[in-house]
């Protein structure tokens, strides 16, 4: 049993700020330790100083997110991003000895063939040459983080920054959600120049690095950086025409009906996000009812969801309010050497505030759950596994959503949820498919990517009309994705983990508690197997087999057109 009352409070961390001098010592002992034979005690200090560094590198970097203007946040995410190379040079050559000759078999029989796989694929994406691109890189997309947070957007008389914006995104009345949309994309149109360089320099330095490396071109070390083991590209290239063939069809048919019955002559890009004839539902309340009303729906869900959700909040784990100068966006991060997770997010009055959170809780809730694996590689899944515990307790807490949206409202929440994670489907395999091509062909013009982005929209987004909107209409629209800047080739993630919580989504209305129960299990796993034995172990069918999204996009259709059964 966990004992809730003794989480350490976020207020109180605090982590040894390590200096190249100390990360020499400290994985130097690892080396000590093997020239001993210790391969134990070895394996064991290099978890130790992995754990050790990842802590204070996940609360600086979480400190900068919180506030983008602190000089002293700036300084240490400097910092963090110049010392973080020399880190990775320490664990790929201990990484390297492990799986010599010498020590493989034995270490393999520790640490387990999984975590071998990942070290085996690590140690093909650095080298020591390759120090001062990774430090450029991390300081470029810093950059672009900076620039996306120091928005300053008026409308209706009020000044909000990108998150802020969503309520006016959303209106029911037509003009506003048309000028906030034009508002949103002046600033990009500002800032256009800007973006198209940094995002050129990042392409370039990648493509170098993996030049160096050894490979032909970025995609193969990007698929490396992000530990696939188990699929390649081909099989992600598969999937994305299963989504034009099955689900694009469906989406199109949707946004077609929203436009007859809405009366509109057309459906432009403003009218997208408008899902509910009647307006968006709003979450239940202000922030304080929200977190109330949150601790009463994992108190009424199974397992152990309520009681670590009421530590996360009382040790002050979450961070969910909107406010200058903080990066936009959510996500969760996490500290090892205390055992507990931390979501961040920028709620804002509308829907999204419970999207966001029940995602962002579905990953501190698997990394709480598997905290106890062995390694540090088992702590999170890879990428796309990590997405269907997040996108899954989306679709888990349905049942609860009376506690989380305006009176009378659930069943419209869950209507659009499901919409918009049909929609986001299209869209989500279409990021892909650019960043595809752009690292396929790095010497592109920045004109020539924003024209790849607009015919790849219309492959896989036919229906989307920018009317008077020019930058988004001339290839612009992809600026906004920060992941394309941050995290190339971590988008499909989310469309090979919807693919599967969409799968959770089934099970639970005919076993709810079959459903949880495969969901528990799939957490308490965490990474100790690869994207697709992960999946096989929770009962659910993989992405890359053909025909999967055929039965979703039609158990979907038919709840949408008749309701729940």
């Known amino acids: 049993m966990h004992d809730y009352t003794m989480t350490q409070s976020f207020a109180s961390l605090s982590f040894p700020r390590p200096t190249e001098a100390s990360l020499a010592e400290g994985f130097g002992s690892v080396t000590v330790l093997l020239d001993r034979n210790d391969l134990k005690g070895a394996l064991s200090r290099f978890d130790r100083e992995r754990r050790s560094f990842e802590s204070w590198a996940a609360l600086v970097y979480l400190r900068f997110a919180q506030d983008t203007t602190s000089e002293e946040a700036k300084q240490d995410r400097d910092y963090a991003d110049r010392l973080t190379p020399k880190a990775t040079a320490h664990e790929v050559t201990l990484k390297k000895r492990f799986l010599s000759e010498q020590f493989h078999d034995a270490t393999a029989a520790i640490v387990g063939p999984h975590v071998i796989a990942l070290w085996k694929s690590d140690i093909t994406t650095f080298d020591p040459r390759i120090e001062n691109a990774l430090e450029e890189e991390a300081r470029l997309t810093s950059e672009y983080t900076a620039l996306l947070a120091s928005a300053r957007i008026e409308i209706e008389g009020q000044t909000v920054n990108l998150s802020g914006l969503a309520p006016w995104m ?4 037509r003009a506003i959600r048309h000028a906030a949309e034009q508002a949103r994309w002046a600033f990009f149109a500002e800032h256009g120049e800007t973006l198209d360089t940094l995002f050129g320099r990042l392409v370039e330095l990648r493509t170098d690095m993996a030049r160096t490396l050894g490979f032909e071109t970025y995609t193969p070390l990007g698929y490396r950086r992000l530990r696939r083991v188990d699929y390649s590209p081909e099989e992600v290239a598969r999937f994305r025409e299963e989504v034009v063939t099955h689900v694009t069809p469906l989406v199109a048919s949707l946004l077609e009906q929203r436009r007859e019955e809405m009366g509109w002559p057309t459906l432009n ?3 997208e996000s408008f899902v509910d004839p009647r307006g968006n539902p709003k979450p239940a309340g202000d922030y304080d009812l929200l977190i109330e009303r949150a601790q009463t729906m994992f108190d009424r869900m199974s397992g152990d969801l309520g009681p670590f959700f009421k530590s996360m909040v009382s040790g002050g784990y979450v961070d969910l309010k909107n406010r200058d100068g903080k990066a936009g966006g959510g996500f969760c991060t996490a500290f090892p050497d205390v055992g507990m997770p931390f979501i ?4 804002n009055g509308t829907h999204g505030d419970i999207n966001v959170f029940t995602h962002e809780m579905g990953h501190a809730y698997q990394n709480w759950r598997s905290r106890d694996l062995p390694t540090i590689d088992e702590l999170w899944p890879t990428m796309e596994a990590a997405e269907i515990d997040s996108m899954g307790l989306e679709f888990l807490t349905w049942p609860h959503m009376e506690l989380m949206v305006e009176d009378g409202a659930a069943d419209r929440f869950r209507r659009m949820h499901l919409i918009g994670s049909l929609s986001f489907l299209p869209y989500g395999v279409c990021v892909d498919h ?3 091509e752009v690292y396929a062909n790095p010497t592109m013009t920045a004109q020539e990517r924003h024209e ?10 036919p229906w989307r009309d920018y009317g008077d909107l020019s930058y988004p209409a001339h290839g612009g629209r992809w600026q906004a994705q920060g992941h394309i800047y941050r995290n190339p080739f971590y988008y499909i993630d989310y469309t090979l983990a919807l693919c599967c919580a969409m799968q959770l989504w089934l099970q639970s209305r005919r076993d709810e508690p079959a459903a949880m129960k495969a969901y528990e299990g799939l957490c308490a796993q965490g990474g100790s197997a690869p994207f697709t034995g992960l999946i096989a172990r929770a009962g ?14 039609q158990e979907a259709a038919d709840f949408l057109e008749n309701g729940p059964r």
């Open 170 to 173: 959303e209106h029911p009345d």
């Open 452 to 461: 790849t982005w607009r015919r790849l929209e219309r492959h896989y987004m």
């Open 269 to 271: 890009y403003w009218d």
């Open 434 to 436: 650019f960043q595809h």
């Open 344 to 347: 961040f997010a920028n709620f």
């Open 540 to 553: 659910l069918v993989s992405p890359f087999a053909s025909g999967v999204l055929a039965d979703v996009v």
